[in-house]
Nanobody, 115 residues
Framework: QVQLAESGGGLVQPGGSLRLSCAAS????????MGWYRQAPGKERELVAH???????TYAASVKGRFTIARDNVKNTVFLQMNSLKPEDTAVYYC?????????WGQGTQVTVSS
């Protein structure tokens, strides 16, 4: 079992930046995949960024070049650096990790991009 806790969300103006963190309750060294999804009101949950040991990183077309996913195995944390934010990035962001058998999810953090 592992618990995930997201943080770093909030209100930001268009063009601004935020860094989301996803802290795990234990080592994520053995997890071979992790990433971030988001869900906007009235829309389905969509993949934002995905990181695996074998295939590297994958990004949604809408965020490519603006968002960066990274892992820190010492801090047991997954990060999502978000730059040049747009109003359409407004959503609840969820992190997950996958150990080859099952996945685990955080509770989500709200990101609002508005002037």
């Amino acid at each position: 079992q592992v618990q995930l806790a997201e943080s770093g969300g909030g209100l930001v103006q268009p063009g601004g930046s935020l860094r989301l963190s996803c802290a795990a309750s234990r080592s994520i060294f053995s997890f071979n995949a992790m990433g971030w999804y988001r869900q906007a009101p009235g829309k389905e949950r969509e993949l934002v960024a995905h990181l695996t040991d074998l295939r590297g990183t994958t990004y949604a077309a809408s965020v490519k070049g603006r968002f960066t996913i990274a892992r820190d195995n010492v801090k047991n944390t997954v990060f999502l650096q978000m730059n040049s934010l747009k109003p359409e990035d407004t959503a609840v962001y969820y992190c997950y990790v996958y150990n080859g058998d099952r996945d685990y999810w955080g509770q989500g953090t709200q990101v609002t991009v508005s002037s």
